[in-house]
């Protein structure tokens, strides 16, 4: 009975240990943050929960500031449009480059946005075929139906 009870000591001191490390780490982040003069997105509640004891969610870090997410087709716009565009079947890269065109990102787009776009495009034609909005033939064209 002694053992338990010092192992629930021992590991009741080690959590508040832990929860005075991660408020410290949480204040160095803050201070850090403040001196690169990001917003910070931080609570100030945030390091006080976590010292007081309840558990709070560890913060996740935003993304990149170059980087922004970008959504390049709506709702069921890229099997719309594959079905004006495709009239005969296709391969997947030649219907990439008419989404692009049809979207008006052929032209005007940075080389890294492109390859976005290209890459989500393929899989917009991937899900279409698997979602059974289109089909491949036997040589490997995308029929749209």
Not at 40 to 56: F, I, L, M, P, Q
């Amino acid at each position: 009975m002694n053992s338990i009870v010092s192992a629930v000591s021992q590991l009741e001191s080690r959590r508040k240990a832990l929860e005075l490390e991660l408020a410290t780490v949480n204040s160095r982040l803050k201070a850090i943050q403040q001196a690169l003069g990001a917003s910070t997105r931080v609570e100030a509640a945030g390091a006080s929960k976590a010292a007081s004891g309840t558990h709070a969610p560890v913060s996740q870090t935003g993304r990149r500031k170059g980087r922004k997410l970008r959504q390049w087709f709506a709702s069921g716009e890229a099997v719309g449009l594959m079905k004006k565009i495709v009239h005969s079947p296709m391969t997947a890269s030649d219907i990439v480059k008419q989404l692009a065109r049809a979207k008006g990102y052929d032209k005007g787009l940075s080389a890294e946005q492109r390859k976005r776009f290209q890459g989500t495009a393929y899989m917009a034609v991937s899900n279409a075929v698997k979602a059974g909005k289109a089909s491949k033939t036997k040589d490997g064209l995308v029929r749209v139906r």
